[in-house]
């Protein structure tokens, strides 16, 4: 990068670099088209650009929703004015408004900065606030573009970035004058927030046996994500997605003052559980962690990154779950090592039985791959479909453009009429998507902004991962984490799953 360069990159490089990106399937030529854009940015333009192309702005959430940002309604500019440190500057505006009457504020922010926007920077703009950029530039392949941009090593740009939690700070050291030295520093220090180790998934345990070969098989828990930080007497707590939840966790921070030792990095999940010690249903879960009812929440490790100034990432699972046994082997998650696939089902068994999700398979010679979504981790949880009628269609954004794409699903009701119980845009493939935009215009009732209304005539396969209590829907349920299988254009709707099917899969109390 040019020492000399100073800020002012137009906002509209950057969304035309988005376009890029979305407009190819290639992997190299989405990291080349970020690469060219990240070697024109000044250090302070890098921390912006990367969270935006990722999908989410620096500021994360700063309190608008669907109808504030496509409720503004501002005229395009004909000639690209904004740069991004503009547009930056305009979030943080809109994120530092509260108060009575902030939502009017917010909004005329919004129309003054987006009044200012192109046509396309308006679209761009509003799909990265409402979280709908789709555009093919996750993480992984951002990463990617840094090191291609910086001409260093990935493995040194993924590696700070997992010890930072923040793979806009990597790149913005890899990217300085200093370039591999600056990554080299970044390392991992108790307090500081790691990105979580992920995991792919098994379509059953024998498969995952055999990937994994000799294992750590362990309840998979339906809870909250936690990361447990302490030095001394200070304590830090994060999420899955970074975020500090400390006060809301005031016996998990007191637990983490009574643990052995000195310092001490653990990952886990946080429960709720019931008087017969069966995990609540996640909205519970999830509704006494909003509530900073944190106190009331069971916690369970399974695994340790850091002990006593000594870092444990690169040092094999085994040896990692030892070190756990070390300090909080209590509070550990209920697991085995085998490589025998019939002990494993067994235990899998045990666990759906206990009323947790199914089970992890962790092959014991890994590493902590913090940030990635590694096949040394496989998680294996019951299959389970539904046949559901689509009642609607939404237009896509992004790569999708211009198809019809996610699905408004129903289910039968007594009346023999149909009830909506969520929402899907995963598992369509583009045959699929331009399938339904040329099929869903010939059952069309009704056309709105976003999309379709459609008679309820066909019928779709829907894989899921269970379903939750949701007041959302009149159903009085939601499906968790629904993906599209296949069309069943076999089955009329008269044949699609009853409201009563989907209410037999909620979690036993």
Known sequence: MNADQTSGVLFADLVATSAAVTATPARSAKVAALAELLRRLAPDEVAIAVPMLTGTPRQGKIGVGWATVFRVDAAAATVPSLTIHDVDAALDAVQATTGAGSGASRGALLAGVLGQATHDEGEFLRRLLVGELRQGALVGVM????????GVPVTDVRRAAMFAGDLARAATAALSEDGAAALAAIGLRPLDAVQPMLASTAASVADAIEACGLSSVEWKLDGVRVQLHRAGDDVRLFTRNLNDVTDRLPALVALARSLPGHAVVLDGEAVGMGDDDRPDLFQETMSRFDMAAGDTLSVRFFDCLHLDGEDLVDRPLLER?????????????PGLVTADPIEAERF?????????????????????????RGSSWRKVKPVRTLDLVVLGAEWGHGRRSGWLSNLHLGARDANGGFVMVGKTFKGLTDALLRWQTEVFPTVQASEHRYGLQLRPELVVEIALDGVQVSTRYPGGVALRFARVRRYRLDKAPSEADTIDTVRAMLPPR
Request: aromatic share 4%.
């Open 143 to 150: 990463t990617d573009a840094v090191a291609k941009a910086a």
């Open 348 to 372: 899998s068994e045990q666990a759906l039985a206990a009323g947790h999700e199914g089970v992890m398979v962790k092959d014991v010679s890994s590493r902590y791959e913090a940030g990635r």
């Open 321 to 333: 779950l030892d070190a756990l046994d070390r300090v909080a082997e209590p509070w550990r998650v």
